[in-house]
């Protein structure tokens, strides 16, 4: 019997959920996507460093000279989502989602330019704008921004989705994609309710999906539905036939491990033949919508909040590696400027001979003991004392 995966990928389409490009490599989805938290994760692999160091090295140029420390990591974020994403379409047939930073969601018109700046980077380095998806909060501010951007011919991914009236509204403005939050939607309410667990079909995740994909199929919106964030292989199962599912690595490994039978649960054309009330949302009836859903008002402010923190997090991280770089670059303009002073005849070697200093630190630099110090050996000597100095 073929595998669940197997099944699962004649219905619907498979998308990776990692930043992880070898887990992508090993499961060949047809797109990605990736958020600020699994970026952060990626950043701190040791694979990943040549990666993220060149993001740091492009936006230290791109940021220009004087520019200070906080500008170079914020220009290595958008970097680094590109790189990783560039790296990703050379795996992936698909797309790749790549994310505006969360703390501009309430901000249309920051959001856009955050977007033109993205697509830019993309498309001066080779990729093609039909390729990405960006990632923007379900706000009504980031939604009107998508609206803008997919007239533009920018393709969006709106997330953070947990409420139908953020779908219908997405729909209305023509995105591309929305993701709505299965497991988050589950966690809410065990919380309220006390519960354990609940079976897959009265998974209040899984309703909240099921909802807005007949309502999409009912009314015949091209805007595509993508089920995300899994709590368990029953949440995916009972999504099957959902226009896009985005998985992590784990529960890819246990759909390909899986054999047993699948049925369709989500189809286009049984939601054609349901009653479905058509509503109209506009930005009152939105924030009166959202203001009356506990659930999707809460989980879209605990989403930004935890996106946000997961940025913070990531510029630490680049701030610390980027002082690193920092410390060996002047490390190594010392050596120079210190090597051309001792090397009077231009040769590329220090001899006792042209060393006024005294013979113990001559010795002490030349490492192979052949009389002579090369611009490697000085620059390690001065490292060294660099390092005992501190």
Known sequence: MPSLYEQLAKMTVVVADTGDIESIKKFKPRDAT??????TAAAQMPEYSDIVDGALAWASQAAGPGSTRDEIVREA????????GLRILGIVEGRVSTEV????????DAT???????????EDAGSTRERVLIKIASTWEGIRAAEQLEKEGIHCNLTLLFGLHQAVACADA????????????LDYYKKQTNRESYPPSEDPGVESVTTIFNYFKHFEYKTEIMGASFRNLGEIRELAGCDLLTISPKFLTELRSTEEALPRKLDPEAAKRQSVDKITVDKPTFQRMHAEDAMAHTKLEEGIHGFTKAIETLESV??????????????KIAAEEMFGIYDLDGDGSITREEWTGTDA????????????????ELAAGIGAAHVLKS
């Open 34 to 39: 990736t958020n600020p938290s699994l970026l």
């Open 77 to 84: 974020i958008d970097r680094l989502s590109i790189e990783f």
């Open 101 to 108: 930073d969360a703390r501009l969601s309430y901000d249309t």
């Open 112 to 122: 856009m330019k955050k977007a033109h700046k993205l697509i830019k980077q993309y």
């Open 174 to 185: 023509h995105v591309t994609l929305v993701s709505p939050f299965v497991g988050r939607i």
């Open 318 to 331: 680049l701030a610390l590696r980027l002082a690193r770089r920092e410390g060996q670059d002047r490390l």
């Open 361 to 376: 630190v001559f010795d002490a630099l030349d490492r192979d003991g052949d009389g002579q110090i090369t611009p490697e």
